[in-house]
């Protein structure tokens, strides 16, 4: 379902820092474990981080390695990212997700949530 993002946005100069937070419904199916896409203007939807719903296995894509951090609440069934050193090419629409398991490591199915976030870095 195509959906707008949440008006208003994040607004973010480059190497700034933002943190996102995502509550999982207890009407989500697949939640093995939780995270982000994002998706710019004309690109494709793109793997941003996830994590164990445990909190013991996490996973990022190559462009946020050592920028970005996730983590899970288990009580308050929440995720965190935090992310650090901003860049122009970070900006993007980003939306929660939950994701499959296989073997213990992040699956390839997923479902998504919510009405996304506008995320704005400035040059």
């Known amino acids: 379902q195509v959906q707008l993002p949440d008006s208003g946005g994040e607004f973010v100069q480059a190497g700034g820092s933002l943190r996102l937070s995502c509550e999982a419904p207890?009407?989500?199916?697949?939640?093995?474990?939780l995270g982000w896409f994002r998706q710019a203007p004309e690109k494709q939807r793109e793997f941003v981080a996830a994590i164990s719903e445990t909190g013991t296995k996490s996973e990022y894509t190559n462009s946020v390695k050592g920028r970005f951090t996730i983590s899970i609440d288990g009580a308050k069934d929440t995720v965190y990212l935090q992310m650090n050193r901003l860049e122009p090419e970070d900006t993007a629409v980003y939306y929660c997700?939950?994701?499959?398991?296989?073997?213990?490591?992040?699956?390839?199915?997923?479902?998504?949530w919510g009405r996304g976030t506008q995320v704005t870095v400035s040059s």
């Open positions: 207890e009407s989500l199916f697949t939640r093995s474990f």
């Open positions: 997700a939950g994701f499959s398991s296989q073997d213990g490591e992040l699956g390839y199915q997923f479902e998504t």
